[in-house]
């Protein structure tokens, strides 16, 4: 049933009023293929999607998500109108007992975010986030870039990649991607893998941005408070040294910028590592992951 409403609203898109949708004066010519192809996760779809594309411009929606008729004629025009190689909107939640279309913003914010600022906003969620499916990029982009196979969380692997290269982004607070939320998603499934995943991104995507920006203490905070986030449900994991002292470097760098919360969880966890995973796991419900 998810599936069949991502379809319609793609089919309204191509279909709704024209075949071909005129954009800024250009007529495109609209096409629909589909890939039959074994399960191998999120990641290797949208890896055989993007091998197979020969447009110019690439965007995504997820299989449980649904997308305004406007969403892909809106991202276009920002990005010639700011002449940018990514757009973005915003999302709205949509729920599994309400999963009606809200009705569109009056009235629209766009921001032109830039080089650096760019960059943080990924470590937000109050503007276009480190999702990959609420933006429409330029092909080229994808030139040298695939998600990573085996991973959830994929997005986080690569969206600093393309927002680095790009230098810049244009934003509409407009919410025309429909973020549904259903039990058994991704982002809510209680599985150990996961948060495996979700670390190793944000690891890896701390130490990229840490060598071209060595002094954005957001990157820093972000990636303490992820750690301190994941390390309780991964205790069993055992942390290694390296990952220990990356943790304890971050802290020492973002120490102005933290938190009271964090700076207290970040005490008790250089204290005791022990002693941190049995206080989170009392206050956090983390019993829950004991069987996965």
Not at 62 to 83: G, Q
Not at 94 to 112: I, K
Not at 174 to 200: M, N, V, W
Not at 270 to 279: G, M, N, P, Q, V
Request: charged share 25%.
């Amino acid at each position: 049933m998810v599936l069949v409403t991502l379809i319609e609203s793609v089919y309204n898109f191509l279909w709704g009023d024209l075949l071909t949708l005129p954009l800024g004066g250009v007529t495109l010519n609209l096409s629909l293929m589909v890939i039959h192809k074994k399960n191998g996760g999120q990641s290797d779809a949208r890896n055989v999607g993007l091998d197979a594309a020969s447009g110019a411009y690439i965007s995504f929606v997820d299989s449980d998500d649904y997308i305004a008729e406007n969403f892909i004629e809106t991202l276009y025009d920002l990005l010639h109108e700011y002449h940018t190689d990514i757009s973005a909107v915003h999302w709205k939640l949509v729920y599994a007992d309400a999963p009606e279309v809200p009705a569109p913003l009056s009235s629209r914010n766009v921001t032109l975010f830039q080089g650096a600022d760019a960059i943080r906003e990924l470590f937000t969620e109050d503007t276009y986030a480190c999702y990959a499916w609420n933006k429409l990029c330029k092909r080229e982009l994808f030139d040298t870039i695939r998600f990573p196979v085996g991973r959830v969380m994929e997005d986080l692997g690569i969206a600093h990649k393309i927002l680095f290269d790009a230098g810049q982004i244009v934003y509409s607070d407009e919410p025309l991607y429909y973020y549904y939320q259903r039990d058994g998603s991704t982002l809510h499934t209680d599985c150990i893998k996961f948060f495996q995943d979700r670390l190793a991104m944000v690891t890896e995507r701390y130490l990229f941005l840490e060598k071209l920006y060595p002094d954005m203490l957001e990157n820093d905070a972000y990636f303490v408070d992820m750690a301190l986030n994941d390390y309780p449900i991964l205790y069993r994991s055992a942390l290694d040294p390296e990952s220990d002292q990356l943790i304890r470097h971050a802290y020492q760098k973002s120490r102005s910028i933290l938190s009271f919360y964090n700076k207290m969880r970040f005490a008790f966890f250089s204290r005791s590592k022990a002693l941190y995973y049995f206080i989170e796991r009392r206050n956090c419900n983390l019993a829950r992951y004991d069987n996965c």
